[in-house]
Each structure stands twice: as structure tokens, then as C-alpha cells.
């Protein structure tokens, strides 16, 4: 099946735009991860679509071939690990596959999964960006002639950080799925480190080592929750 935007002309790159008739598929869990590559496909002249599962990013590569994927490796729904190794299998192929994590450490395992390059968070390097996805490019989908790298980072908006802790909050409210905390400790380890944000990070470290020592946590749990009160209402007073 066809995407409508393929039945688009394809414009030439630019030294200015390099990524113009790019797609990028993003499969990632955050919004405050997502607006900052939004931002930089928006910069950079490709279109971006987004998948916040393993499942939805399946669904999209049975309509269309994204010309690039950046796959999250923590994922509600599993590893992006395994969605790597199956594009990476996938006939006809994808020409760029790149994987993003929060934890610097998982770079080997991405790359083993099939992952042309890792990008740590944060995603805030436009230069970085748009180098990953033309160095995997054919030539005839580069800018022609010299290209100053862009200098320029990206600043995602306040209002997705506040969405990802608002997320987080209601999954610890209500945990009844079988690993649904251990899933929200990852995806805020991951939301910290981008936000820069080291209390919280020390929170969800704490109640990680309590779990992985066999223990519910309640106490770091609960310290938890009482932190992400406090940060979705300061951000809401902005």
C-alpha cells in the first residue's frame, strides 16, 4: 500500500535543507524525545511520522518505507532491539536505521541489533542529526556541493516534558499490568537524563535498586510519585 505523501513530487536537498525528500519514521515512547526530532526533521526539511509502539511502528511499515527509522530501545510494548533486527532483515530495505536510548551504555546493542548508528540522549544536535542520516544516504539523496554543519541545538517545549511526567504519574497511580512499574522507572531514567534533570533521576535509581533487589519499593514509589507531583505542577505555573 502506498502513503499519499509518496505520490509527492520529491524535491531536491539543499545545502540549507539537506534532508528534503527524507521520511522519518520515529518509533519513540516520550514526547519530550519526539518534539525535539520533530524540531530537527522541521529544520532540516524531512517529514517525520511517529510510532509510540512496537506495535504502531508495525502498523506503519505495512502502509509505507519510511526512508530512515529511529527506534527508541525502551518501548512499552518490548525492545526496540527487536524491531531493529527485523527492519534490518526487511526486503526491500530501509536505506538508514538508527536507534536512540537514554542509556549511553546501549550503543553496542543497538548497533549489534542492526542499527546503522546510536544517538544518545538528548537529541539536541542538529549537525549530529542530519550527519547520521546522509552519511547512510546514496549520493544522489545528499546536497550537492559544500554544506556548513549546523551549529544550531534544539530545545524541546516544556509542554511535552510536562505530558511525559503527566503519563508516568498515571501509570504508577494505577499499576495493574505484570511490569508496568519497571517499565515507568526506565522511561523516566531515560526522561531524566534528557531533562537534565538529576533529583528525579536519583529517585527513579533508588527505586530501580530496590526492585532489582527483589522488593516492591513502596517507599521509593511513593517518594516517586510525591516528585512527580511536584514537577507536573511547577511546570504547570510556567
Not at 524491531?83 to 551504555?105: C, R
Request: with cysteine; glycine share 6%.
Amino acid at each position: 500500500m502506498t502513503d499519499a505523501d509518496d505520490l509527492l513530487p520529491h524535491r531536491a536537498p539543499t545545502a540549507a535543507r539537506p534532508l528534503l525528500g527524507v521520511t522519518v519514521l520515529l518509533v519513540e515512547d516520550s514526547r519530550f524525545a519526539s518534539e525535539a526530532v520533530r524540531l530537527m526533521c522541521l529544520r532540516s526539511g524531512a517529514r517525520i511520522r511517529r510510532a509510540d509502539s512496537l506495535a504502531n511502528a508495525r502498523r506503519h511499515l505495512r502502509i509505507y518505507r519510511p526512508t530512515c527509522m529511529l527506534v527508541d530501545l525502551g518501548l512499552p510494548d518490548g525492545s526496540g532491539e527487536d524491531l531493529l533486527a527485523e527492519v534490518a532483515a526487511a526486503s526491500p530495505p530501509i536505506d538508514v536505521i538508527l536507534a536512540t536510548s537514554g542509556d549511553p551504555g546501549a550503543g553496542p546493542r543497538a548497533l549489534a541489533a542492526g542499527a546503522r548508528a546510536f544517538l544518545p540522549k538528548p537529541l539536541t544536535s542538529l549537525a549530529a542529526f542530519q550527519q547520521s542520516i546522509l552519511s547512510a544516504l546514496p549520493p544522489d539523496r545528499r546536497p550537492s556541493g559544500p554544506r556548513l554543519a549546523p551549529s544550531a541545538e534544539v530545545a524541546p517545549d516544556s509542554i511535552a516534558l510536562r505530558d511525559d511526567l503527566a503519563a508516568a504519574r498515571r501509570h504508577l497511580s494505577d499499576p495493574r499490568e505484570d511490569g508496568t512499574v519497571d517499565y515507568v522507572a526506565r522511561f523516566l531514567a531515560g526522561l531524566a537524563h534528557s531533562a537534565g534533570d538529576r533529583a528525579l533521576g536519583d529517585a527513579v535509581d533508588r527505586l530501580m535498586a530496590r526492585r532489582a533487589a527483589g522488593q516492591a519499593g513502596a517507599p521509593e514509589l511513593a517518594t516517586l510519585s510525591a516528585l512527580l507531583e511536584h514537577r507536573i505542577a511547577a511546570h504547570a505555573a510556567l
